[in-house]
């Protein structure tokens, strides 16, 4: 196996950790930075560490996305379909993020894989892509939504008699461990995506076995890439996760915080699903803000986004697709 072909597929999968990075940074800090928990640098550096110590925490998800989602191609063909998924992805994450449109990275890696495979004639896992990607996709955002209302409702209830500047500042400095937690289960979640990418190059360039556990450069090179991804920060979705969906206080922030990360974990660990952050931490947002009242969202944004994460699959598969042929066109 051409070792180029290698470092080169290596160094996009990097490359798209660092857009995945910037990307979502938002969906671990736009809360406690819009309630101004943390000051927006202070936020970023936190994220940060806690992505890096995120991706160290296991390797479920990375087993999905290397070995459940397509056949494992071959040869040159292989590694120029891993090349093409990993382009598709970037050129979406870079398009949705100039518009401030908070969409799925992760969603945009899978559509890459599937629509790469599909263009270079390799075999699709329909049913680990219906069971680990379609599914929860469905799934995450509808339990975040009833997640981060019920969480709400439960903190109105428990605070209710509480004096409200008082219970602000402690939900302030409560958030500092909400978004922390947020910042973990990130990592925990996306970082894996993009080993499971390294791995299934390691494998098809015959340097590692497709049982073997995960290097340590490996874990080491994509939690370090998405740590510095975090912390250039995503300003523009941050904008639209912390104001234009709703305008949220520390108890808000708290209560969407908590219920993003206690998803992320659960799906990690539980079933190994590598779920969107940017849709859980959304919907959790919607749900904890029509605890207020119902019109207290902005739908017609909210609309939006969930148009945008509707055709994320699809449109970058169609790119992905292409690249293929690109590839398949210049180098044969």
């Known amino acids: ?102 969409s799925s990275s992760s969603h945009a890696l899978f559509g890459g894989m599937v629509g790469a495979a599909l263009a270079g004639g390799t075999m699709v896992h329909w049913d680990g892509v219906l069971e680990k990607i379609v599914i929860p996709m469905f799934l995450s955002p509808v339990i975040g939504l009833v997640g981060g209302y019920l969480v709400m409702v439960a903190i109105m209830w428990m605070f209710r008699n509480a004096n409200p500047h008082k219970a602000k500042r402690g939900f302030r400095i409560a958030q ?22 390294v791995v299934m190059a390691l494998v098809i360039a015959g340097v590692e076995g497709p049982n073997d556990a995960i290097p340590v450069w490996v874990k080491i090179a994509c939690a370090m890439m998405l740590s510095l991804g975090t912390y250039a920060g995503g300003w523009r979705i941050m904008r639209t996760l912390g104001r234009k969906i709703i305008e949220l206080d520390p108890p808000q922030g708290f209560a969407a915080e908590t219920t993003g990360a206690s998803i992320m974990f659960g799906s990690a660990f539980l079933f190994h699903a590598p779920i969107s952050t940017t849709h859980v931490i959304t919907s959790a947002i919607m749900g904890v803000g029509a605890t207020k009242r119902v019109n207290a969202v902005r739908w017609g944004v909210a609309k939006n986004i969930i148009l945008g994460w509707f055709i994320t699959m699809p449109a970058a598969a169609l790119v992905a697709a292409g690249s293929y042929g690109l590839v398949y066109l210049l180098f044969g």
């Open 1 to 102: 196996m051409d070792t180029f072909a290698l470092i080169v597929t290596i160094g996009v999968a990097l490359g798209f950790t660092y857009t995945n990075g910037f990307h979502d940074s938002a969906n671990a800090i736009a809360t406690s930075v819009s309630t101004r928990a943390l000051t927006p640098r202070a936020a970023l550096a936190m994220a940060a560490v806690m992505n890096l110590a995120g991706a160290f925490l296991g390797q479920g998800v990375a087993k999905t996305v290397s070995e459940g989602l397509i056949a494992t191609p071959e040869g040159h063909k292989g590694m120029g379909i891993l090349f093409a998924a990993l382009v598709g992805a970037i050129i979406w994450n870079l398009v949705t993020w100039y518009y401030g449109l908070p």
């Open 176 to 197: 500092t461990v909400s978004a922390a937690g947020m910042a973990l289960g990130h990592g925990l979640q996306d970082a894996q995506k993009t080993m499971g990418i």
